[in-house]
């Protein structure tokens, strides 16, 4: 939680896993300052440039992302210190004893602090095994357990049986997990099917939010949440094969997905029609354009105020959507569940959302 001033309640600190692409960094760089302190962005960078790293330079104050460059090179030029901007470095089980010392390096240089990645699919380990990595991350590192945040990563679950076979796995590891004084733990999944190419055209399809159902069926453990934004976790997606008009817009228990290929006009006439449909729909946030940049970006459309944009922009507006609709959606948990009953350093869960009905009803999975 993030601490209460004035008399307000603790907020919940919400840890979405977004890539270094344009779109998503671009959400994350118009994110209202209210807003900034209540969300832990961890951002997953597969090629290292100067426009990813001039981007964190220039992020909200408040906001403090954890970077991750584990599928990055070891080398002198991935050592977060020498960034020169203000991060916390995400250690994996796996790390070489070399960035396990620079990444140490550049938890004392900013938060003095470290987010530690668990991810199921990849860290094979029984409890013993993964006690022996985690002590040798704080002894290389330097760091005390109580200086870093664990982050359980589940990946995709895109269906009910992904969310059956997870959970038993996410139970046994936090169950070894409150064996170490940790600053928090959260938990992370995908839910974005990655294709959407086979879903209709010109109507909205209606996917259930599979990792915001998996966190609800954990709610009991008091752990934090976290997601992959309106991407997958696996990121080889069809976007590159499919251009068509895309908005992935989130509602309570599911994402409405829109992909327009009506015939007719210029492009701009085209998206227009799509973001009229959208601001129209029974899910649309009461505050319209000022719920979000992305939403204010997308009544913009609508009213022909703008041009269609491109796949990184669709991106950035949904993703802009995206953040503002969890921290509200766990806002309304921590207001509705019972005062004390989670540990410190924890969001409250609270109890299931409603799916949003209307337009075409289509479930993934």
Not at 148 to 176: G, I, K, N, S, T
């Amino acid at each position: 939680m993030v601490p209460a001033h004035g008399g307000r309640e603790a907020e919940p600190v919400y840890r979405p896993i977004l890539a270094n692409r344009r779109g998503e960094l671009e959400a994350l760089s118009h994110l209202d300052p209210s807003l900034a302190p209540l969300l832990a962005p961890v951002i997953d960078v597969s090629l290292l440039d100067s426009f990813t790293v001039d981007v964190l330079g220039r992020l909200p104050a408040a906001l403090l992302p954890a970077v991750d460059v584990s599928a990055l090179p070891d080398a002198p030029e991935t050592e977060l210190a020498r960034w020169g901007v203000p991060l916390v470095p995400v250690i994996g089980l796996a790390e070489s004893e070399r960035r396990l010392v620079a990444h140490g390096a550049a938890a004392r240089a900013h938060a003095r602090r470290a987010l530690v990645r668990l991810r199921i699919g990849t860290d094979r380990a029984g409890p013993d095994a993964a006690t022996a990595a985690v002590e040798r991350i704080w002894r290389w590192t330097g760091l005390d357990p109580e200086q870093c945040d664990l982050l359980v990563d589940a990946a995709d679950v895109c269906c009910r049986a992904d969310v059956r076979v997870a959970e038993p796995r996410v139970r046994r590891l936090l169950d070894w997990a409150r064996r170490h004084a940790w600053r928090s733990i959260s938990v992370a999944a995908g839910g974005m099917p990655p294709a959407l190419s086979r879903l209709p055209t010109d109507e909205p399809v209606r996917l259930d939010r599979w990792d915001w159902l998996l966190w609800q069926e954990l709610a009991n453990l008091g752990v934090g949440y976290g997601d992959y934004g309106v991407h997958p976790a696996a990121r080889d997606t069809d976007q590159a094969g499919d251009r068509l008009p895309t908005m992935r817009y989130t509602a309570d228990g599911a994402w409405w997905i829109y992909r327009w290929s009506r015939r007719g006009g210029r492009g701009d006439d085209r998206f227009a029609d799509l973001c009229r449909t959208l601001v129209a729909a029974p899910y649309w946030p009461a505050a319209g354009g000022a719920y979000s940049w992305g939403d204010h970006e997308i009544v913009r459309r609508a009213r022909r105020s703008g041009g269609a944009g491109s796949t990184s922009t669709w991106a950035a507006w949904c993703t802009s959507h995206h953040l503002a609709h969890v921290l509200t959606a766990l806002r309304a948990s921590a207001r509705d569940a019972r005062p004390g009953r989670m540990p410190p350093g924890q969001p409250i869960p609270g109890r299931p959302a409603r799916p949003n009905r209307g337009g075409t009803a289509r479930r993934a999975g």
